[in-house]
Nanobody, 123 residues
């Protein structure tokens, strides 16, 4: 299983970015997917999760109302639309896939991880 995250970059505060995570090596239409992030010197934290169908989502408190997670099961891809970005959103963002089907929010609940994509938000 391979996860390829893309879409990161350097933007100014208030801008938007969309991250993508393409999953290969199997079919993951029945698995939950998610995004985490890790800033320098900090622990990896939950950003957003989505269940197998896309009907259920969950967000970390710091991104609620600004980020939107979605998925396209035909493409084995999930996305993170990030709006109103803040400097504190600066981190390496990791996508992940769980063997479970419901929304997952804990690191240990995910089984496969991407390599991470850097998001830097300048003030």
């Amino acid at each position: 299983v391979q996860l390829q995250a893309s879409g990161g970059g350097l933007v100014q505060a208030g801008a938007s970015l969309r991250l993508s995570c393409a999953v290969s090596g199997g079919t993951f239409t029945n698995q939950a997917m998610g995004w985490f992030r890790q800033a320098p010197g900090k622990e990896r934290e939950f950003v957003a999760g989505i269940n197998w169908s896309g009907a259920l989502t969950r967000y970390g408190d710091s991104v609620k109302g600004r980020f939107i997670i979605s998925r396209d099961n035909l493409k084995n891809t999930h996305y993170l639309q990030m709006n109103s970005l803040k400097p504190e959103d600066t981190a390496v963002y990791y996508c992940a896939v769980s063997e479970g089907s419901t929304v997952m929010a804990m690191i240990y609940e995910y089984d496969y991880w991407g390599q991470g994509t850097q998001v830097t938000v300048s003030s």
